[in-house]
């Protein structure tokens, strides 16, 4: 069994299982059967560490198609995700891809790797889903209800789910206290702003995220409201900066920042960086 996943209880029947340095999934029980949301790094075997959690059946939900949340993907039959990011989902992550963009430079600033870990043999090849997920969509756990929102912004099919038992919102990358990236091809900062106007209407006690502090107060909805309206009415001064090997602007709010897309830039296509 390995250890890479540290697992932590959030809540009852809410378990964070944190790769660390890297990302955190949660595994969210019923009675019948739990849902993993999403499925880290696919370092190393994430299954065996949900199995050390609950031997219930478990369906997996990806709140987006980006490789860090679906690595594990291919231990699990039941998947699902955005409609519009099925083709996405499927694409292949190439280990030469992987180590360049990511273990190489993980390796050099001292972020931890499984001791085990073999970079090169490390792909991503997710299954195709088994189901698409559409707001408004419920997911019975079982004496248990998760609801399915669509927040795009992040990516056009992010989607979020909300714990009718906790009132926890698992948002994936769509809110953080650090950076928002909405600078990918596929994001759209005005569809960001939609997104969180829906959020703050609604009954939200806590945002559990999938990157740096994983649980966060319901108002880092406003604040990341907050952020996201003053670039799109450009009252938020920006700065140039190179991100995954292209040009973005970055702007600062504190603790928050937002990446946005250059003006005439379509954004970074991480489609033609994994090819
Ligand atoms: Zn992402």
Redesign the pocket.
């Known amino acids: 069994m390995s250890h890479w996943f540290d697992i932590q209880q959030m809540e009852e029947g809410v378990f964070m299982l944190l790769e660390p340095g890297h990302v955190q999934s949660y595994l969210v029980l019923g009675n019948d059967r739990a849902a993993l949301i999403d499925t880290g790094m696919g370092f190393t075997d994430i299954r065996q560490a949900v199995a050390s959690v609950t031997g219930l059946p478990v369906m997996v939900l990806n709140t987006?198609w980006?490789f860090?949340?679906i690595g594990g993907n291919c231990l699990f039959s039941d998947i699902r995700i955005a409609a519009c990011e099925s083709e996405l989902l499927v694409q292949p992550v190439t280990s030469g891809y992987l180590r360049k963009v990511y273990a190489d430079p993980c390796r050099m600033s001292g972020v931890p790797l499984p001791a085990d870990f073999d970079a090169d043999a490390w792909e991503i090849n997710s299954p195709p889903p088994t189901a698409s997920l559409t707001d408004g969509d419920t997911i019975d756990l079982g004496g248990r209800l998760l609801h399915v929102m669509e927040t795009p912004g992040?990516?056009r099919g992010s989607l979020s789910f909300w714990d009718e038992r906790t009132a926890a919102l698992f948002c994936?990358?769509f809110i953080y206290n650090g950076t928002l990236?909405a600078h990918f091809t596929d994001s759209d900062l005005a569809a960001y702003r939609a997104s969180l106007n829906i959020l703050e209407s609604m009954d939200i006690r806590k945002i559990f995220t999938c990157h740096n502090e994983p649980e966060l107060p319901s108002r880092f909805i406003g604040n990341c409201l907050d952020a996201v309206t003053a670039v799109l009415e450009g009252t938020a001064k920006g700065r140039q900066v190179d991100d995954w090997g292209a040009p973005a602007v970055r702007y600062d709010f504190g603790s928050l920042a937002v990446l946005a897309k250059c003006q005439d830039s379509p954004g970074i296509d991480l489609l033609a960086c994994m090819a």
């Open positions: 987006h980006h860090d949340h992040h990516t994936g990358d990236y």
